[in-house]
């Protein structure tokens, strides 16, 4: 059982930076693709970030791509996501999210979760 404890959200201007952390713990995620979501008020959860664990290859929303970078350390069963050039846009509660899953194309959800963890955008 994968548990997935994510920190490092808070409050940050327009054009600023933020650095998101998930801690893993529970399995191995050698087969794994790991990732980030996001919830914004009154929208539904949508996809932000995958990176597959052994390898490191990475995608992206597009409405983050250029801006996001995800990572992993594989020793030390830890994910970021590196967040630049904010906008209020990006305001939402993120989510750590492990064993990612496609449905056609599209990655749309995950076997396992973290608790969230407030990211706010101010202009």
């Known amino acids: 059982q994968v548990q997935l404890v994510e920190s490092g959200g808070g409050l940050v201007q327009a054009g600023g930076s933020l650095r998101l952390s998930c801690a893993a713990s529970?399995?191995?995620?050698?087969?794994?693709?790991m990732g980030w979501f996001r919830q914004a008020p009154g929208k539904e959860r949508e996809f932000v970030a995958v990176?597959?664990?052994?390898?490191?290859?990475?995608s992206y929303a597009d409405s983050v791509k250029g801006r996001f970078t995800i990572s992993r350390d594989k020793g030390k069963n830890m994910m970021n996501l590196q967040m630049s050039q904010l906008k209020p846009e990006d305001t939402a509660v993120y989510y750590c999210?492990?064993?990612?899953?496609?449905?056609?194309?599209?990655?749309?959800?995950?076997?396992?979760w973290g608790q969230g963890t407030q990211v706010t955008v101010s202009s």
């Open positions: 999210a492990g064993d990612l899953r496609r449905y056609g194309s599209r990655w749309s959800t995950a076997n396992y």
């Open positions: 529970g399995r191995t995620f050698d087969s794994y693709f």
């Open positions: 990176i597959a664990w052994s390898g490191g290859s990475t």
